[in-house]
């Protein structure tokens, strides 16, 4: 259970760091908004999922994944060895969360679901 809030708490930690590094130090324009959901940290503190969504309409997220999995990784990764006191800084790999996509159309489908519902003269 201790090792769990460990790991938990490092991935706070590592998911405000790159937030402000990607914020005041990327300077990439190919890399759109995006915007940090979750990092998850491997329980030997050896690799760390990032997920991330882009912002405003989550498009391009692919393309995203793959900038931020090339050479701006190690960059992110050294940047974040200056900042975080940690001993050994894991392995990023950033991951496109499509959850809040998938939410999105699936209230969509919803809300016309209950449109068509509410249209249909009720049957007796």
């Known amino acids: 259970m201790k090792e769990y809030a460990r790991t938990e708490r490092i991935g706070?930690?590592?998911q405000r760091e790159l937030a402000q590094i990607l914020r005041a130090e990327v300077r990439d324009p190919?890399?759109?908004l995006i915007t940090l959901q979750e990092v998850r940290v491997s329980s030997d503190l050896g690799h760390a999922k990032v997920y991330f969504t882009c912002f405003p309409s989550d498009e391009g997220g692919t393309e995203q994944e793959h900038l931020l999995n090339s050479r701006l990784a190690g960059f992110l990764r050294r940047a974040l060895a200056r900042r975080a006191r940690l001993r050994?800084?894991?392995q990023l790999r950033f991951i496109h969360d499509e959850s809040i996509a998938r939410g999105e159309h699936l209230s969509h489908l919803i809300e016309a679901a209950v449109a068509t519902d509410a249209a249909?003269?009720?049957r007796s």
């Open 120 to 122: 249909e003269p009720e």
């Open 88 to 90: 050994t800084v894991p």
């Open 12 to 14: 706070t930690q590592l």
């Open 30 to 32: 190919r890399l759109k």
